[in-house]
């Protein structure tokens, strides 16, 4: 970490698996909050994202590593930024509808992680891309004539 010019000689490596899970959002002490509902537990530690990171570290000649929250405390990061746009039935209650519309705007929507209320500990690309598509699928084709 007290390299000289550790940011320009760092690789971050992501990786993306899919688990058949489900996750419910809550309201904790310091804002939304995720808890674990059902299906496989998602987890910091995935062992092939070991071994991946050992491999590539080889291949560079460089020095794996993994973040003190992800190997100490078992809380997985991610390299979003989210919530900002909470979903609400209101403009008093959130800053867009459930299908992405800004309250008091036409044809104004948010479609990115700003609509996810809270990290949920996985990758959020994929929440993204389908909370994208229902928006999508609710603005009416145009019309040729």
């Given amino acids: 970490l007290f390299i000289k010019d550790f940011a320009a000689r760092t690789q971050i490596l992501l990786f993306m698996q899919t688990i058949n899970t489900k996750l419910k959002f809550k309201r904790g002490l310091f804002g939304m909050k995720s808890t674990h509902s059902s299906g496989e537990k998602p987890s910091a530690f995935i ?3 070991k071994k991946i990171s050992e491999d590539f570290a080889e291949v560079v000649n460089g020095k794996p590593y993994a973040l003190l929250t992800e190997s100490i405390l078992g809380i997985p990061t991610t ?3 989210l919530g900002g746009c909470v979903i609400g039935k209101d403009k008093e209650s959130g800053v867009i509808d459930k299908n992405h519309r800004v309250f008091g705007y036409e044809n104004m929507y948010v479609c990115d992680g700003s609509a996810i209320s809270a990290n949920p500990g996985v990758n959020p690309s994929i929440t993204i891309a389908a909370m ?9 084709a145009k019309s040729l004539n």
């Fill in 47 to 49: 062992p092939l994202t």
């Fill in 79 to 81: 390299a979003h930024i």
């Fill in 132 to 140: 994208t598509e229902l928006a999508m699928s609710k603005i009416p």
